[in-house]
T-cell receptor, first 114, second 114 residues
Framework: DAEITQSPRHKITETGRQVTLACHQT?????MFWYRQDLGHGLRLIHY???????NKGEVSDGYSVSRSNTEDLPLTLESAASSQTSVYFC?????????????FGSGTQLSVL | AQTVTQSQPEMSVQEAETVTLSCTYD???????LFWYKQPPSRQMILVIR??????QNATENRFSVNFQKAAKSFSLKISDSQLGDTAMYFC???????????FGAGTRLTVKP
């Protein structure tokens, strides 16, 4: 069955370190998204991609970057981790045909920056 | 930018009873989609129900139904015959026809009591 997987499930790092969170989907979806989930804020969009070599900034993109070298993967990099980036990170994907397609979510990565 | 507001951070309901979760949104667009997602303790995001703004008929999925009031920009979720497995965070979300940037509310934590 097609799926979307995130790794690691939990990560602890120190401030100032570079961290990369992996996201891999086998739906063959063109659209991929990264969200962060914080209490009181719901899910907020960090970056998204509509296809290979395409990346776009979302609502809370400062301090994060993504790259899309193939259809299946959209890794999220924290260039210099900060305590404010402690959060649960969700990757999602959707079909590109028309609007209104539901998002398929990974199971999330809990990131703690100490 | 569109905003989504869930004014009830927490709610509880007795098993087998009915509960309604509120959601309002702000947009100047006429065509869009609205969603309710469920997030149980497993952290997995699960689509509960979807509504297209141009459809006047309220969406229904088994025990889950919505009350969509377009003029009031309101999109509430009704859960009938509540079950213990309905205990979860519930997120309301808005998706414009014009892009794939899904906006989420802050969530409502629902507890179903035996």
């Amino acid at each position: 069955d097609a799926e979307i997987t995130q790794s690691p499930r939990h990560k602890i790092t120190e401030t100032g370190r570079q961290v990369t969170l992996a996201c891999h989907q086998t739906w063959n979806h063109n659209n991929m998204f990264w969200y962060r989930q914080d209490l009181g804020h719901g899910l907020r969009l960090i970056h998204y991609s509509y296809g290979v070599q395409d990346t776009n900034k979302g609502e809370v993109s400062d301090g994060y970057s993504v790259s899309r070298s193939n259809t299946e993967d959209l890794p999220l990099t924290l260039e210099s981790a900060a305590s404010s980036q402690t959060s649960v990170y969700f990757c999602a994907s959707s079909e590109s045909t028309g609007a209104g397609e539901k998002l398929f979510f990974g199971s999330g990565t809990q990131l703690s920056v100490l | 930018a569109q905003t989504v507001t869930q004014s009830q951070p927490e709610m509880s309901v007795q098993e087998a009873e009915t509960v309604t979760l509120s959601c309002t949104y702000d947009t100047s667009e006429n065509n869009y989609y609205l969603f309710w997602y469920k997030q149980p303790p497993s952290r997995q995001m699960i689509l509960v129900i979807r509504q297209e703004a141009y459809k006047q008929q309220n969406a229904t999925e088994n025990r889950f139904s919505v009350n969509f009031q377009k003029a009031a920009k309101s999109f509430s979720l009704k859960i009938s015959d509540s079950q213990l497995g309905d205990t979860a965070m519930y997120f309301c979300a808005f998706l414009s026809y014009n892009n794939n940037d899904m906006r989420f509310g802050a969530g409502t934590r629902l507890t179903v009591k035996p």
